[in-house]
């Protein structure tokens, strides 16, 4: 069973920047992708960024694209997501997910992803 622990959520202004972190236990994490979502209030969970299993190649959704960064350390048994020029829209509970499959690929649909964190709250004041 793998457990997931997010943290480095909190109140930034918008502009700012914010670095969330997910420490992983219970498992070879090494096999797993990682994906990052989020839940705004009212809104259906969202994918954000993911992450392959050998951290060779990235994904993000477009709403954050060239904003977010997603990275891993396999020695560390963490996951990353740096989050710059923050606007009120990214306020969310950010999740982080893991997910094993044959290839260690990536999807955005969180119905591929087995494991996941409680959820961290980001919220960017205008």
């Known amino acids: 069973q793998v457990q997931l622990v997010e943290s480095g959520g909190g109140l930034v202004q918008a502009g700012g920047s914010l670095t969330l972190s997910c420490a992983a236990s219970g498992g070879t994490f090494s096999r797993f992708a990682m994906g990052w979502f989020r839940q705004a209030p009212g809104k259906e969970r969202e994918f954000v960024a993911g992450?392959?299993?050998?951290?060779?190649?990235?994904y993000y959704a477009d709403s954050v694209k060239g904003r977010f960064t997603i990275s891993r350390d396999n020695a560390k048994n963490t996951v990353g997501l740096q989050m710059y020029s923050l606007k009120p829209e990214d306020t969310a509970v950010y999740y982080c997910?893991?997910?094993?499959?044959?290839?260690?690929?990536?999807?955005?649909?969180?119905?591929?992803?087995?494991?996941w964190g409680q959820g961290t709250q980001v919220t960017v004041s205008s």
């Open positions: 997910a893991a997910r094993q499959s044959v290839f260690g690929a990536v999807v955005s649909s969180e119905d591929g992803y087995q494991y």
């Open positions: 992450i392959h299993r050998s951290g060779g190649s990235t």
